[in-house]
């Protein structure tokens, strides 16, 4: 038996609880983990929640991350004893996630764990951080130099949020957070943000464009956010798109695009192909403060976690929030 959180769907409703589960019941795998370590994202407040359409089968064990040891495996590139971090992959969603002290998965999902972290720091970064270096790498792959201009970072304070902004400024960018807590602006600035702009003036419908400002941009928020925020990227810039936190719509003109050849990229953390991934989590060792993680994160246990799903989803939550699964 082992501890994890089921998400169950029945006769008496959408639940989760923390639940002793038989390992018998783990799903179909090629590698079995004893996990470490996993976290609370975005995604992970909607699963535990049921307020948006994220498990596709019950029950359910949540965590779209995990960090753990390979305990067993029949997957060539893994024995046991090995530390591993997984993102994505539909884990959480279709296939038991991090949420629990073990995981039966398929071991092409899985990366090392980077030298450069134990798994409690790899679980700070976790998925948040991990788009967040995924949206730094697009912007870099369409040309934005810290030489170009004000980069503007939108839920700043969130997950992806605090990471991009770590990791710009560390690179040299200029960053622009932008909160809807404007009281956190000192824990932005400590992140190394040079500004904080209130979210509250991009939040309402916009003009198809107005003054150029931002040479690139990291939007968690989609919506009128993503809009003004296209509205307002300078000729040629480049706005990478990873969120939904103010909605799934995008009610913008194709003016930034036609009048100003503004790029929007498109970020996808969960089907990544595995060399991307690796090139993003190497880049996070070298590219961000492990320090900052301290800043950036904390720990709660596994019942903890429950009632943080619904704070996430209410934007209530700074940072990033590691699990130990074993606490
Ligand atoms: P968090 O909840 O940690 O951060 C989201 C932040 O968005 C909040 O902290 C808040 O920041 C801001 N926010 C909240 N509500 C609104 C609103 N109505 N309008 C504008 N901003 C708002 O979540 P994560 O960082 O884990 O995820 C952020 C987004 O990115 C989510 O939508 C998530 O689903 C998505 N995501 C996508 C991935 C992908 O693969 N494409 C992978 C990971 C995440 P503040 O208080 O500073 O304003």
Redesign the pocket.
Known sequence: MFKGILIERDEAGYRAGVKDIDEAQLPEGNVTLRVSHSTI???D??AITGKGPVVRKFPMVPG?DLAGVVEDSSHPEYKAGDAVVLN?WGVGETHWGGLAQKARLNGDWLVPLPAAFTPQQAMAI???G???M?CVLALERHGVKPADGEILV?????????VAVAVLAKLGYTVV?????TN?ADY?KALGAAEVVD?AD??TPGKPLGRERWAGAVD????H?LANVCATTKYRGVVTA??????MDLPASVAPFILRGVTLA?????M?PRADRLVAWQRLGSDLDVIKLGQISREVGLAEAIPLATS?????????VVVDVNR
């Open positions: 994202n975005y995604k407040g909607l779209i994505g976790g998925t948040a991990y788009t967040a995924l939108t839920g700043a304070a969130g997950g992806v949020g605090s957070a932008m909160t809807g807590r956190d932005l979210r991009y939040a968690v928020a989609g919506s956010v990873c969120g939904l936190a103010a909605g498109g970020v996808d953390s969960v990544c996430i989803l209410k934007g209530e939550v700074r940072g990033r």
